[in-house]
């Protein structure tokens, strides 16, 4: 007999992330591999993005993808800062800008969704030609962020290795896979935001919205953009991997080593095909 | 002691009374064959410091006294053999917990979280002062028994709550020995305690903080999977 589990925030979260997690996989795969293999996010213009669009099946589609990735990713990220936010004023203050945050690009994105393009090129928004260049500012911060802390993180292990000292909890695969895990989910989330507002610009400005796009082809973000690619794609895997040892009942978590080696072997795999698309091959 | 080689062990050094700075400090071990990390620290004790502080009493693998982060991998000193570590050994207390000297740590926090799950086999009152109750009957190759079986062999050392990183994160979570204690007395077809001990272990700070990070099952030195017992109750697999 199966007794029923207290409820907890925690139980929330780790029920909600797991559906989430396994309805929206086919979703981010099918994503994947049109803006990343068959295509380049740099081409995804306006003209793109309308042709697509008149077809109401890909709106559903995107919609659905928008739900599901934005609460699951402010859910993931609610939880994860909640364990470390200890102070009640703060917790409020967490509880309520996931909430804000959460109905405010839901409100934007479905907005976004329904309205048709302008008639031409030039929108509502079209004269405040700020906008593009704070959107690519805010890409190559992201982008900057991601490449120092990547090789801060290297650094500081090199040192500790070269010199032998402890290296804390990173002897074990289980905490790289964690570690890669909750940085790859928070990370593709941060994009998911920027890439909401970038796309908002479509029905208001399609002319900022091609410029915004444009910059995706920037060398200097090509490496995040392939690391994006890299993160979703581990991150989904190691989703699943949890998921099914979960479903297993068994002792299957003496896997680690191997798994985390799988891992690693098949986002590397499936990262490579979208990392020569964005460096310009085609098949 | 036979002459034999010289390891160099680190030692993760720490006293309260001299400023309370952490500090490695490095010894020169005459090893023998066979010498243990236990060993080696009592070498030392013996040989170069007698304040070198740290736990022990079994010395054979048995009462997780001796539970410490050797080569930045939890495990048991006594059962640890330097000629199988790369030198220099280091050697830090478990981490988590206050140290309270040198590899020496306090064990309060761990067992308080121990406490709260109520470890122990709580039986219908009726069956233990009724001389006419029947006794249980455990049928033979009971699923669920078998892994009680093997989870029930904990030794409550610490070496998963030391390599749980959740527990550094999260101060409320009741960590993996506690949590595969509860399974261990909550899958059992007699237990009484039931729902309450359940609703603790799946509230907030128990089941569900677990991310199935995995280490405290790569690190137990006597072969328990503290996941597992975690996975079995976020799912409820218990008799109820
Ligand atoms: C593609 C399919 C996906 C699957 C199968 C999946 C699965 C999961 C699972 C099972 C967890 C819980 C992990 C744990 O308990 O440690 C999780 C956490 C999380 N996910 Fe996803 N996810 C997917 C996509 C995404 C996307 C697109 C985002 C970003 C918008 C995202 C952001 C997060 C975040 C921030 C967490 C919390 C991380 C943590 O607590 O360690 N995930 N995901
Ligand atoms: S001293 Fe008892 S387990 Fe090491």
Redesign the pocket.
Same mark, same amino acid.
């Given at each position: 007999m199966r007794a029923r589990p207290a409820r907890g925030r925690q139980a929330f979260?780790?029920h909600y992330?797991?559906v989430?997690? =396994?309805l929206?996989?086919a @979703? =981010?795969?099918v994503h994947l591999f049109v803006m990343h293999y068959a295509s380049l996010p740099s081409a995804a213009t306006a003209a793109f993005v309308g042709a697509r669009w008149a077809a109401a099946g890909w709106r559903a589609f995107d919609w659905m993808l928008l739900l599901l990735?934005?609460t699951? *990713?402010?859910?993931?990220?609610h939880?994860?800062l909640r364990d470390v936010a200890r102070r009640p004023l703060s917790r409020t203050a967490l509880d309520v800008t996931a909430g804000a945050v959460t109905a405010a690009f839901l409100g934007l994105g479905t907005a976004v969704i329904l309205m048709a393009a302008p008639p031409g090129d030039r929108g509502p928004l079209s004269s405040y030609t700020w906008i593009p260049s704070l959107l690519t500012g805010g890409l190559v911060t992201i982008a900057t962020a991601a490449y120092v802390g990547v090789l801060a993180a290297g650094a500081a292990l090199g040192m500790r290795l070269a010199r032998r000292d402890p290296i804390g909890r990173w002897n074990y695969p289980g905490q790289w896979m964690?570690a890669i895990?909750?940085t790859? *989910? &928070?990370g =593709? @989330?941060g994009? @998911?935001l920027v890439h909401v507002l970038d796309v908002a610009l479509f029905p208001f400005a399609p002319d900022l919205y091609d410029r915004t796009v444009a910059a995706y082809a920037m060398p200097y973000l090509i490496p995040m953009e392939a690391g994006l690619v890299a993160a979703?794609v581990y991150? &989904?895997?190691? *989703?699943?991997r @949890?998921?099914l040892l979960e479903a297993l009942d068994r002792r299957a978590s003496r896997m680690a080593a191997p798994s985390f080696i799988a891992l690693v072997v098949l986002t590397i795999s499936l990262s490579l095909p979208a990392l020569a698309v964005l460096l310009g091959w085609r098949p | 002691m036979p002459a034999g080689r010289t390891v160099s062990i680190r030692v993760r050094r720490f006293d309260p009374a001299a400023g309370g700075r952490r500090l490695w400090q490095a010894y020169d071990v005459d090893a023998g064959p066979m010498m243990s990390v236990l060993d080696a620290l009592f070498w030392v004790l013996e040989n170069e410091d007698p304040t070198l502080a740290f736990r022990y009493s079994c010395r054979a693998g048995m009462c997780g006294s001796c539970a410490m982060v050797i080569n930045g991998r939890e495990g048991l000193a006594c059962a640890r053999r330097l000629e199988r570590l790369r030198a220099p050994v280091t050697v830090e207390p478990l981490r988590s917990l206050p140290v309270i000297k040198d590899l020496l740590v306090d064990l309060r926090p761990f067992f308080e979280k121990y406490r709260a799950v109520d470890p122990f086999y709580i039986g219908q009152a009726a069956s233990v002062f009724d001389p006419a109750s029947e006794p249980a009957v455990l049928p033979r190759g009971d699923a669920a028994r078998e892994i009680v079986d093997r989870q029930i062999d904990c030794i409550a050392c610490g070496a998963c709550y030391s390599a749980c990183p959740i527990v550094s994160i999260v101060p409320e979570f009741l960590g993996p020995a506690a949590l595969n204690r509860a399974y261990t007395v909550a899958a059992d077809a007699r237990d009484a305690a039931g729902v309450e001990r359940l609703h603790r272990v799946t509230a907030d700070g128990g089941v569900f903080a677990c991310?199935?990070?995995g280490n405290c099952v790569t690190v137990c030195p006597v072969g328990v999977d503290p996941l597992l017992s975690i996975q079995l109750l976020r799912k409820g697999a218990v008799h109820r």
């Amino acid at each position: 007999m199966r007794a029923r589990p207290a409820r907890g925030r925690q139980a929330f979260a780790w029920h909600y992330l797991r559906v989430s997690g =396994v309805l929206i996989v086919a @979703l =981010v795969f099918v994503h994947l591999f049109v803006m990343h293999y068959a295509s380049l996010p740099s081409a995804a213009t306006a003209a793109f993005v309308g042709a697509r669009w008149a077809a109401a099946g890909w709106r559903a589609f995107d919609w659905m993808l928008l739900l599901l990735a934005l609460t699951h *990713g402010v859910v993931g990220a609610h939880a994860m800062l909640r364990d470390v936010a200890r102070r009640p004023l703060s917790r409020t203050a967490l509880d309520v800008t996931a909430g804000a945050v959460t109905a405010a690009f839901l409100g934007l994105g479905t907005a976004v969704i329904l309205m048709a393009a302008p008639p031409g090129d030039r929108g509502p928004l079209s004269s405040y030609t700020w906008i593009p260049s704070l959107l690519t500012g805010g890409l190559v911060t992201i982008a900057t962020a991601a490449y120092v802390g990547v090789l801060a993180a290297g650094a500081a292990l090199g040192m500790r290795l070269a010199r032998r000292d402890p290296i804390g909890r990173w002897n074990y695969p289980g905490q790289w896979m964690f570690a890669i895990n909750r940085t790859a *989910g &928070a990370g =593709v @989330l941060g994009f @998911l935001l920027v890439h909401v507002l970038d796309v908002a610009l479509f029905p208001f400005a399609p002319d900022l919205y091609d410029r915004t796009v444009a910059a995706y082809a920037m060398p200097y973000l090509i490496p995040m953009e392939a690391g994006l690619v890299a993160a979703v794609v581990y991150h &989904a895997f190691d *989703g699943l991997r @949890l998921m099914l040892l979960e479903a297993l009942d068994r002792r299957a978590s003496r896997m680690a080593a191997p798994s985390f080696i799988a891992l690693v072997v098949l986002t590397i795999s499936l990262s490579l095909p979208a990392l020569a698309v964005l460096l310009g091959w085609r098949p | 002691m036979p002459a034999g080689r010289t390891v160099s062990i680190r030692v993760r050094r720490f006293d309260p009374a001299a400023g309370g700075r952490r500090l490695w400090q490095a010894y020169d071990v005459d090893a023998g064959p066979m010498m243990s990390v236990l060993d080696a620290l009592f070498w030392v004790l013996e040989n170069e410091d007698p304040t070198l502080a740290f736990r022990y009493s079994c010395r054979a693998g048995m009462c997780g006294s001796c539970a410490m982060v050797i080569n930045g991998r939890e495990g048991l000193a006594c059962a640890r053999r330097l000629e199988r570590l790369r030198a220099p050994v280091t050697v830090e207390p478990l981490r988590s917990l206050p140290v309270i000297k040198d590899l020496l740590v306090d064990l309060r926090p761990f067992f308080e979280k121990y406490r709260a799950v109520d470890p122990f086999y709580i039986g219908q009152a009726a069956s233990v002062f009724d001389p006419a109750s029947e006794p249980a009957v455990l049928p033979r190759g009971d699923a669920a028994r078998e892994i009680v079986d093997r989870q029930i062999d904990c030794i409550a050392c610490g070496a998963c709550y030391s390599a749980c990183p959740i527990v550094s994160i999260v101060p409320e979570f009741l960590g993996p020995a506690a949590l595969n204690r509860a399974y261990t007395v909550a899958a059992d077809a007699r237990d009484a305690a039931g729902v309450e001990r359940l609703h603790r272990v799946t509230a907030d700070g128990g089941v569900f903080a677990c991310h199935s990070v995995g280490n405290c099952v790569t690190v137990c030195p006597v072969g328990v999977d503290p996941l597992l017992s975690i996975q079995l109750l976020r799912k409820g697999a218990v008799h109820r």
